[in-house]
Every structure is written in structure tokens, then in C-alpha cells.
């Protein structure tokens, strides 16, 4: 809400160029915010003719001492006064700077409004009551700062009266409360005496405070920088949609970042796909001449017909954001069901969103307490470090490369649950784009199926070496092509012999392996074909990337043979090697293979003759989709 | 950019989040300054062209010249214009004052076009600065299955991300100019020369600075006759601008029980 004081301070004044700041006043209720404010208003000459008298009357009625903080109140009630106020933000002026003054009420849902308030502070004033000295929401205040990414912090230690403006006292609480917030990795601009009731070191230094040598309040607040400006940082403008009204494909959006002008080119992520700006249209007047800067909501036309979508990020080549399947995140969490390690959500990062799954809660920390609680889940009101993976790709930057771009809100049953920011993005395959226009089968996909009478899939035989992978996979691929199918094996070993000759055995390389055998097996399946992979994939999270990629085509067969009979069979003699120790990086002898937990189909091949393990696999397949029970017409559907 | 710039960018940004993520959506048009402004950003939002309904719930009791202007600029604007009738004053609420009662009418009628077309979204030309409970709005801002508003749980948010998935029958409110101040309104009028009714410049000492039903809604003492004037009269007027406005005044929460029925 916007206090529009008038005639003192209008709203922010048309045609100046005075930096305006954005700070958020957060403190323990009763240290003393509604005081400083209503003190700041009066020192700044930002209050109407006759509030203070009539302030003062009331007081006098009530038979009460003047107290500042009833401006505040008195401002809440007298809504007919000619004043319109907004318990949220204040409008003040100082000499250099306009002033934003978000108020964080500092009630039970104070996580929730200062969130929201101050997710867009460039600067925040802490204050700490000079008898209590600093307490627990002293310290969760701080911490919310420090997670929010505000890092201009002027600290003011109120109500020195009440401990005879000691500078001993104010020494111990500086000197504790600027240790805490070293800690998080923030300095405080500057630490400042002050009774605000009495205005000691708000505007002026009294007195009172003489041994003290540094700035007042509205010094302080006149030192804080505005946010770095947005259109400094790399081009980025999200789609927010794509409309056809007319004969013109427009890309609508708001330029979080950078600027744009006709013939710049650019690319469009996370595909990498690279245009040329046409136009920048508008309305009433089209097209618009000149540089359109961050903040502005734009629509551009392109050189040529891309497939675009709503999500995507259009950035400068050059400067494109990374691409990414997996972030890790600081984040709050507001919902009343704790957030926990493999829980689904759904992710925003502007107006792209994907399914993710939590990989790992990295720290929880109850912003009160400051203790890192046990990293098993982050409770409501709390924040916390996660690592999540991404069911599609996004491009994202992290925070500290672009504040508009590199953060993320978190939903849960279509409401936001909570929100952060991108500490680090794990770039994926296409971080320097290239100009790739991926092209289409000329068939479509139930032109195949019509065929094969299958749908494509991916069939992952995952097992310990030696487990009857590579047999099973043959035997299916043999049954299926009987059967008219179109069945395509891809065994991990040969793959490694040349499409994978490159990798190693080194985790990353691991997963890589199975990351490009994931990707071709895709591509075959949505091609209405039947991949057959056979690997021994130990790596779960590899698995999972597998089932990402592949999506609703996969389908997870762990080939559960005991590790005993395995050893035993020992088929290409590898088991023996590693035992001699001849074989580095061997999935069987450690401890290292890890079970599928929700495969579609177990079988262990000791218990089973491969006939009977085919029978199975291809009845899993009938009732999961991918096989036809019957023969169906489907030519006829064509 | 400049002040009105910023106001614009974020607003057409909130269209177009509207427009992308709910299925069905409609713009209530009051005809009055802050919905014709909203009308405006609509087209700018969209190239020209307001790709969802113009709603005008009519209580049947506006004034002449406004019924003129929703015709002729219905017309102009290429709106896809669906007016929709009020229930008679003897079905709403009798224990509201008079004037709220009245009011009432209107969150009834709003409720018959809901249910008529099935919106999921209402987009509302509220602001914050015009009254203290609307202050506390959300930009999108869910309504319970009678359109109620519980003002104790309104969902989180930030960084303009919205929640947008309300549950099923009900809807949300979005409030593209809620971060406009009506002086921000007039301003705006005046820059993109976005036409209004006359009623709004003073006539024999007085004009209307809000618009609502005759019967209900009271001209303000001024000599502002241009949109000039008006901006200078606001500058230090001390008079809110809902000032003429019956229902606001005839006891404290009546504007508030309105509200939290569904009413804007």
C-alpha cells in the first residue's frame, strides 16, 4: 500500500532522477519500528500541516505522553483525514534519496508478509531494543535478510535512554549483533545509537550521544545504494506467451533484464534455437523505434518461424543462461507440511515451470534458533538448502548473476509453497547454444504403431554383471520381432565400444554413459520403436535421469539375480579379474550397485528359465500400454 | 522509463499472466476512469485487440452519460461488451445500511453473470490507495465458491509470481492497476489522451471523482474543468476520493461486509 502524503511528498515525482531505495525496517515487536517511522516522517518534513498538532491533542485528550508510534496508529484510523495510507510501504524523502519504507509486521505469519514485502528491498534497517538487546527475532530478522540476498543493513540500537545512552552497552550489543550477521555473510553499513522516541540519532546527533562518531538514521539511509540497475546485467526476457491476433507471431513479455532492439540476435533457451529480432511491436503506434530496456513489457517478431513456448528465456547469444536439469536452491518454506527429501513439486522460475523432485535437503535451519536442524526436512517457517532436480530443462542464472532471473518460487496443490534463490545452476549439454532446429519424422507415430503394433518405449534391464541381462534383452528382442514388432538392442557394452568409446568409469562418466544411452534409446522409442537397453546402470540417480529423459515411455526391468550366482557364472570373467584385482571400477564386487525401488518388473533369472522371464516381461508390457492385447485396426483410425 | 512507464510494464504483465494461465476470463467494465484505463493496458497488453470479454454488471441506475459512453466506445474499442442485469434490491442482504444495501445488488448480479458464464477470473480496476481494505488485496486474488474474500488467508505473494489456480467453481479477482494510485490514473488519462466521461470535470462547483449509481454516489466541491486541474485539485485536496460514496460512510465496516461477500 502506498502512503501518499500530501502535499509533502507525492508519490514518486515524475521526470526526477533521484535514486530511489527500497528498505525494509524488521526488528523484534517492541523494539521500537512504529516509533522510528513516525520520527523519520516528522524529521524528513514528510507529514502533512497539522498531523503533528493534532497528534498531540489526542494525546493531551487521552491524558497520555506523546508516543510517535500513534502516527502510525493514528494513520491506520483516520482514513478520512485526507491521508491514504498502507501499513506496508511509506514514501519518505532524504536529501539524496527517495525512500521506500517496506514495514515488516512483526506478528505469527511475519515470515509470510515480510516475504512479500521484502523479497524487493535494495536495503533493510534492523532494529534491537537497548535494554533487551538482541533476541531471537533479532537473529531470525537477520537471517531472513541474509536469505533474501539484502546486503545493505544499517543496524539502529533504540531506546539508548533507557540505559543512560551507555556507550558500554551499546558496544555489546554492536559488537554481538555485527558477529552475527559477519556470520551470514553480511556487514552492517552502519551501527547507530539512537532514542527515537527523543530523536537522538535520527537526524541528529544529540548530546546523549556525543561519543558516538557515525552516521544518524537518515545519514544511514541516505548512504544505501539502489539495487545495481537491471539494465546493466545480460539481456533476459521470459516468454510470458505467444499471440496470433493478426497476420504478426508475436513473443509477449517483460524484459527482467538487459535490452533489445530490432536486429539484435539473439537465442532462445533452454533449446539453443538462434533468431534475429524483426520487430519490436506495440499498440497503439507499431513498430517501436529504439532500445527497449529491463522492466519494460515488450512483444517482438522474429526472422523466422521458431517454436517457441511459454518458459523460454530469449537471451543474447553470448550471454545465454545456462541450461539445467538440477539446481540447488536457498529457500523459505511457508507450507504447513515440511518439505522433505524426494517430495514433488512443482517449480516456477518466472513463467517456466517444471515438475521436480527434491534430491536433498542440504541444511534446515530454524531461522529463530539458528540450529541446523536434522537435514530430513525443512518445517514450515523455516529455510534450508535443497538440491532439486527438474523434470524438464530450464534456463536459469544464479542470484548472484542475475537477482530478476535466479530465483524461483515453489508450488504445491497450485499454491505457492514457498520460494528462494538459484545458488548454483548444474549446466547441461547445451550451455553454449548453437543453431540447432531439431526435424521431424516424416512419420507419425501411429503410422508405426499401426505397423509394429506396439507403441515406442524404452525397456531398461538394470542388474549386477552377470545377471542375465544381455540374455533377457535378446530373447525379447527375439520375441518381439516375431511378433511383427520393431525391437532395437542397445547393450551397454557395445555402445561403449563406440558412440561411449570417450568415457571412462569414473562416476561422471557413468552417468554420461547412461545419460546418451537414455537419449538414443529415446529417440528410437519415439520413433515407435522398442529399445532394448541392457546396463548395468548402478547409479539410481542415473536411473532417474533415464526415466526423466524417456518420460512415460520407459519402463524398468532390475534383473535381480543373487550377487552369488552372478559370481558364479561369470560369464566374461570379470568377476575373476576384479577379485585379482586386475579390474578397477567394478559394479559387484563392492557394495556399490543400487536397487531399483520402483521398477515395473523384478526377475531373478535363478528362479526362472528365460522363456518364463519373457512371458513375463512381454505380459508387463501388454498391460502397461506398450504392447497391443488385441489386433487393432488402427490403419482405420488413420 | 518514467513513473506511468513502470505502472504500465507491471500492469500489462499482469494481463498477460492472467490471460496465460486461467482458462476463462472476463474485465469488469464500471465504465468509470480506472476501468477505461484498464481497457487501454488491455489493448496495449494484447496489440490492440482484447482478446476476453468487457462485463459490465448493470444496476440499470448509472448515469446517462455513462450508459453513452459504454455504447459508443463498446462499439469503437471493438468489445466483446456482455451486459449483465442486477437482482431487485428486495433480494439481497436487508440488515446492510441502505446505501451498502444497494451496493449489494451489484455482488448479486456478479454472481448470476459467474455462474452464467463460468469465469474463472474477474479482472478488477481496484487500487490499493483508494480504501484501507483494499489495500490488502492480492494482485490475483482468490474467491471462495460464493465469491467471498477471506482476508485472514490470503495466500503468499512475491517477485509477481500468482497464485493462479483457484479451486474448482470458485474464482480469482485480478488486480492489474492495484499498484496505481487514482492520481497515477488521471495522469495516465491524460498521456495516452484515453477518453472519459464528462461527469469527472466540474460543473457548476462540483464534479464526480468516483463514479457509481446516482442514487448512491454524490458530485465533490471542485472547479477542476480539465484533467489538469484535477491533478493539481488532487494534489491538495484533503477530501478521500470515495468521499462521495454513501455506502463507505454509513457505518465503519460496511464497505468491509461488502467486500468480503465479493463485492470490489
Redesign the interface.
Known amino acids: 500500500m502506498n502512503m501518499i502524503v500530501t502535499p509533502a511528498s507525492p508519490a514518486t515525482p515524475n521526470g526526477t532522477t533521484r535514486p530511489q531505495v527500497r528498505i525494509v525496517i524488521v526488528g523484534h515487536v517492541d523494539h521500537g519500528k512504529s516509533t522510528l517511522v513516525g520520527r523519520l516522517l516528522h524529521e524528513t518534513g514528510s507529514l502533512p500541516d497539522g498531523k503533528l498538532e493534532m497528534l498531540k491533542a489526542v494525546s493531551a485528550r487521552r491524558g497520555m505522553p506523546f508516543e510517535w508510534s500513534f502516527l502510525l496508529d493514528a494513520l491506520q484510523t483516520e482514513r478520512d483525514q485526507g491521508i491514504t495510507i498502507d501499513t506496508t510501504q511509506i514514501r519518505f524523502r532524504t536529501n539524496s534519496r527517495d525512500i521506500v519504507l517496506i514495514d515488516a509486521p512483526g506478528h505469527a505469519e511475519f515470515l509470510r508478509n515480510m516475504i512479500t514485502g521484502a523479497s524487493q528491498a535494495d536495503g533493510a534497517v534492523l532494529i534491537i531494543d537497548a535494554l533487551e538487546g538482541v533476541r531471537d527475532q533479532t537473529r531470525r530478522h537477520g537471517y531472513l535478510l541474509h536469505l533474501l540476498g539484502v546486503k545493505q543493513v544499517a543496524v539502529v540500537v533504540n531506546k539508548m535512554d533507557r540505559v543512560d545512552f551507555g556507550a558500554e552497552r551499546f558496544k555489546a550489543i554492536s559488537d554481538e549483533i555485527s558477529a552475527h550477521l559477519s556470520g551470514l555473510g553480511v556487514t552492517p553499513t552502519a551501527v547507530i545509537p539512537i532514542s527515537a522516541r527523543d530523536g537522538d540519532g535520527v537526524a541528529a546527533r544529540t548530546d546523549h550521544i556525543s561519543w558516538y562518531k557515525g552516521p544518524t538514521v537518515v545519514e544511514a539511509l541516505d548512504l544505501l545504494e539502489p539495487a545495481r540497475p537491471l539494465e546493466a546485467l545480460a539481456l533476459r526476457l521470459p516468454v510470458q506467451a505467444i499471440y496470433k491476433f493478426d497476420d504478426r507471431r508475436i513473443v509477449a513479455g517483460r524484459i527482467e533484464s538487459g535490452s533489445l532492439i530490432a536486429g539484435d540476435e539473439i537465442v532462445i533457451m533452454p533449446a539453443g534455437k538462434i533468431a534475429k529480432i524483426k520487430t519490436v511491436e506495440s499498440w497503439p503506434m507499431t513498430p517501436v523505434a529504439g532500445r527497449q530496456g529491463a522492466g519494460r513489457s515488450v512483444g517482438i517478431t522474429l526472422d523466422r518461424e521458431l517454436f517457441i513456448e511459454r518458459g523460454d528465456i530469449i537471451a543474447h547469444a553470448g550471454s545465454a543462461p545456462r541450461e539445467t536439469r538440477r539446481l540447488r536452491a536457498r529457500i523459505f518454506w511457508l507450507h504447513d507440511k515440511p518439505l522433505a527429501k524426494g517430495d514433488q513439486l512443482l517449480v516456477r522460475c518466472g513463467p517456466k515451470e517444471s515438475r521436480a523432485t527434491v534430491v536433498a535437503i542440504e541444511k534446515a535451519v530454524d531461522p529463530g534458533e539458528l540450529s541446523s536442524t536434522e537435514n530430513k526436512a525443512i518445517g514450515r517457517n523455516h529455510v534450508g538448502e535443497i538440491d532439486i532436480s527438474l523434470s524438464n530443462p530450464i534456463a536459469a542464472d544464479p542470484y548472484t548473476d542475475n537477482p530478476r532471473t535466479g530465483r524461483l518460487v515453489i508450488e504445491v496443490s497450485g499454491r505457492i509453497a514457498g520460494g528462494g534463490l538459484v545458488l548454483s545452476v548444474d549446466a547441461g549439454q547445451r550451455a553454449v547454444p548453437v543453431d540447432i532446429v531439431p526435424v521431424e519424422s516424416a512419420l507419425r507415430p501411429d503410422e508405426r504403431s499401426a505397423r509394429y503394433r506396439h507403441n515406442g518405449a524404452v525397456v531398461w534391464f538394470t542388474g549386477l554383471p552377470a545377471s542375465g541381462k544381455s540374455t533377457l534383452a535378446k530373447a525379447l528382442e527375439r520375441r518381439l520381432f516375431s511378433n511383427g514388432g520393431s525391437p532395437i538392442l542397445l547393450d551397454g557394452d557395445t555402445l561403449r565400444a563406440g558412440l561411449n568409446s570417450d568415457l571412462g568409469f569414473s562416476a561422471a562418466d557413468r552417468s554420461e554413459n547412461i545419460r546418451r544411452l537414455a537419449e538414443v534409446a529415446t529417440h528410437l522409442a519415439r520413433n515407435g520403436h522398442i529399445a532394448i537397453v541392457a546396463a548395468v546402470s548402478p547409479a539410481r540417480e542415473d536411473r532417474a535421469t533415464a526415466r526423466r529423459i524417456a518420460d512415460t515411455a520407459f519402463r524398468e526391468i532390475h534383473v535381480a539375480t543373487p550377487a552369488d550366482v552372478c559370481e558364479e557364472r561369470d560369464p566374461k570373467g570379470h568377476y575373476k579379474k576384479a577379485r585379482a584385482g586386475t579390474l578397477q571400477s567394478f559394479t559387484g564386487i563392492g557394495n556399490d550397485y543400487e536397487k531399483p525401488q520402483a521398477a515395473e518388473l523384478v526377475i531373478d533369472t535363478s528362479t526362472r528359465t528365460v522363456a518364463e522371464a519373457a512371458d513375463e516381461i512381454e505380459q508387463m508390457l501388454k498391460t502397461t500400454g506398450v504392447l497391443f492385447d488385441e489386433l487393432v485396426d488402427l490403419a482405420a483410425n488413420i | ?6 505502472l ?3 500492469s ?2 499482469i494481463f ?2 492472467a ?2 494461465r486461467l482458462k476463462k476470463i472476463a474485465l469488469l467494465w464500471s465504465l468509470g476512469k480506472d476501468s477505461n484505463v484498464m481497457i487501454w493496458l488491455a ?7 482484447m ?1 476476453f470479454p468487457a462485463l459490465h454488471v448493470d444496476t440499470g441506475k448509472k448515469f446517462p452519460e455513462m450508459y453513452r459512453f459504454r455504447d459508443h466506445y463498446g462499439k469503437e474499442w471493438d468489445l466483446d461488451l456482455r451486459v449483465e442485469p442486477c437482482p431487485p434490491i428486495d433480494a439481497v442482504d436487508p440488515t446492510l445500511p441502505p446505501a451498502a444495501r444497494s451496493a449489494a445488488r451489484k455482488t448479486e448480479g456478479l454472481k448470476m453473470a459467474l455462474a452464467k458464464y463460468g469465469f474463472d477470473g474477474l479482472i478488477a480496476g481496484i487500487r ?5 481494505t483494499r ?2 488485496e492480492r494482485v490475483f486474488s482468490p474467491r471462495g465458491l460464493e465469491g467471498n474474500w477471506d482476508v485472514r488467508d490470503q ?5 509477481d ?1 500468482f ?3 483457484p479451486p474448482q467453481g470458485a474464482h480469482l479477482r485480478i488486480h492489474p492497476i492495484l ?1 496505481w ?1 487514482e ?2 490514473i488521471w ?1 495516465y488519462t491524460k498521456r495516452e489522451n484515453i477518453p472519459i466521461i464528462p461527469l469527472y470535470l466540474a460543473k457548476d462547483g462540483k464534479r464526480y471523482r468516483s463514479l457509481g449509481d446516482q442514487d448512491i454516489t454524490n458530485p465533490v466541491a471542485s472547479t477542476a474543468t480539465s484533467i489538469d486541474e484535477i491533478l493539481i485539485e ?7 476520493e470515495r ?1 462521495g460514496r454513501a455506502l463507505d460512510h454509513e457505518t465503519e465496516d460496511a464497505f468491509e461486509r461488502l467486500r468480503v461477500a465479493g463485492y470490489l
Open positions: 522509463m518514467d513513473h506511468l512507464d513502470q504500465e510494464a507491471q500489462i504483465y498477460r499472466e490471460f496465460a489493448r496495449k497488453a494484447f496489440f490492440g485487440k482478446p490499493r490507495d483508494e480504501e484501507a489495500a490488502k495466500p503468499p505473494e512475491f517477485w509470481h497464485n493462479a489456480s499498484h494510485t492520481a497515477d495522469a488532487l494534489e491538495q485536496t484533503k477530501v478521500p468521499a
